[in-house]
């Protein structure tokens, strides 16, 4: 006997609300450091600091590709989308993840040339330096408030876009250390600056897109999450046992499935209700959308 549980509630209207502003404020943060960083790097001749506003474009784009995944996620289940639209924030992690590496590699090709033919000595200037720690500030205090909220609300799209949000401020950290050595009369140390952000950036658009790729081809849920899924069901009342458990993600969501073993002798009614319990309390403690249970006797 199979029993589908009552469909979780894929996303709150809080959740979209929060996930929504905390965005929006990165977009506004990340035009500003765009374009402050592309134009002090222009005209203090400092290709780290133009490799580093490249880099808060690319933020700008994600925060976009974030928007339109959390509105469209929303929706509610219909006649093609059975189990709704949780995937098009996965289907968004790949797509960030793709461009990333592909801004990652076009960088490191950019550094090599510089390296290859380095600027003149004294031709980088301090306002390169000073524009480049106040984006390390403003970066680092931008990845606390997003992963805060990200944390807050369960969701990973908006963790990963934090940790986006923390690899730029790392960048910064890299740009301004390049910055002074150029400034020391060691130029090439800004071309090795700009070097390093794109293999940070690069290697950060493989591990979104690489995670991103798994989820869409139904990865399981972590072994603690599958050991808590075991735990809860071992402790329903009335039930003798149970295997065939197998879960997938479905973008912050879980899908479980399970055969669950009850006394020969019990009802379809009793055993129906002690499905309904085990599925009800897996989705109370996890963030399960939807049970599938199969009854077999014992």
Known sequence: MDKEIEDHEPQTPAKQAAAKKSTLVSVVVNIGLTVSQVFAGIVSG?????ADGIHSATDLV????VLFANHHSAKDADEDHRYGHQRYE???SLFLGISLL??????LFKAGEKIVNPIQVGQIQILALYVALASLVAKEILFRYMLAVAKRVRSSMLVANAWHARSDAASSLVVSIGIVGALLGHPIFDAIGALVVGLMVAKMGWKFGWDALHDLMDR?????????IEEI???TEGV???HDLRTRKMGDMILVDVHIDVDANATV????DIALRAGNQIKKELPVLNVMTHIDPV
Do not use: N, P, W, Y
């Open 269 to 272: 009614q009793v055993g129906h």
């Open 240 to 242: 003798r046992g149970f």
């Open 90 to 92: 996965t289907a968004a």
């Open 46 to 50: 400092s290709q780290g600091l133009i």
């Open 220 to 228: 399981a849920v972590s072994e603690e999450e599958h050991r808590h």
């Open 233 to 235: 069901i071992k402790s």
């Open 102 to 107: 592909a801004v990652g590699v076009g960088m």
């Open 62 to 65: 994600a925060d976009f590709v």
